[in-house]
């Protein structure tokens, strides 16, 4: 089991033919993700050779619309390697479309076109989940990976993963290698996401195969918070978690978009105090939050 993505999920990439989605579209390929084709408005009609997970060369058809994509392939995911300027016009395509999943990759979308796409897609009746902008997207390790994080670190087991930074969703992944993942999902740390805390760990409460949930976040806004109350009403598994920015010097803006801490408001100490007081164990580093993890973890 998995949430969200599994082996069978058929995946189209909006932006196949530029840099970035060349080379991770090649990537995906590689850990199994069933790749049916991509869309260019400028490209369509042509097809782009990669090669698949079992070393076969595959011709992958450019279509002009996401609509013309579905109903050619039957894909139910989409991936959005597009410049920020625009992301918004390829989400609201997909959402229009009616796609089931859209990983929106991209980094440096304006907040309010986020807000606006986010809006859009709840007054369509939320169909389509939204995973990101400015995330690594979502794996479901030996199935499928539709996104940017390295397929390599880790194989399928217990622990399920959500995160709002990419690059500690990989460097949990790897301290946990050993445990494996049911699926593991970087959310992105943007002040306007799609899926948030709260949707994963409803998912992973409710997947039979995840049996214990990492979450990591970090300073900045009251997700965190949120996630906490959630827990201790609803999430039965055992949850640790780490919150990045225990160190951040008071008064300075920090890398990600999200990460702006008012008063003690957003702080790293309000989170643990938040998550501990929701019997979540949170570590001060990843390596002590995996260990947490370990003690934890049902037999």
Known sequence: ????????SKVIVQGITG???????????????QVVGGVNARKAGTTVTHTDAAGAQ??????????????????TVSIVFVPPAFAKDAVVEAIDAGIEL???????????????????????????????????????????????????????????????????????????????????IGIGGDPVIGTTHIDALEAFEADPETKAIVMIGEIGGDAEERAAAYISEHVTKPVVGYVAGF??????????????V???????????????????????TPSETARLLREVLPA
């Not at 089991?1 to 069978?8: F, G, H, N, Q």
């Not at 796409?117 to 009746?125: I, T």
């Not at 169909?127 to 990976?145: F, K």
């Open 102 to 184: 859209l990983v929106v990759i991209t980094e440096g979308i304006p907040v309010q076109d986020s807000a606006e796409f986010w809006s859009y897609n709840q007054h369509k009746g939320g169909r389509t989940r939204i995973i990101g902008p400015n995330c690594p997207g979502i794996i479901t390790p030996g199935e499928s990976l539709v996104g940017i994080t390295p397929a390599t670190i880790t194989g399928k087991g217990p622990v399920g993963l959500v995160s709002k930074s990419g690059t500690l969703t990989y460097q949990m992944m790897y301290e946990l290698r050993d445990l494996g993942f049911s699926t593991a």
């Open 262 to 284: 008012s008063g003690s408001a957003g702080t790293a100490q309000a989170k643990k105090e938040a998550l501990e007081a929701a019997g979540v164990k949170v570590g001060k």
């Open 58 to 75: 595959v011709q992958l058809p450019v279509f002009g619309t996401v609509a013309e994509a579905i109903a050619e392939t039957g894909a």
């Open 247 to 260: 160190t951040a010097p008071e008064g300075k803006t920090m890398g990600h978009a999200g990460a702006i």
């Open 19 to 33: 840099g970035e989605g060349t080379k991770h579209t090649a990537l995906m390929l590689k850990a199994g993700t």
């Open 1 to 8: 089991m998995a949430i969200y993505l599994t082996k069978d």
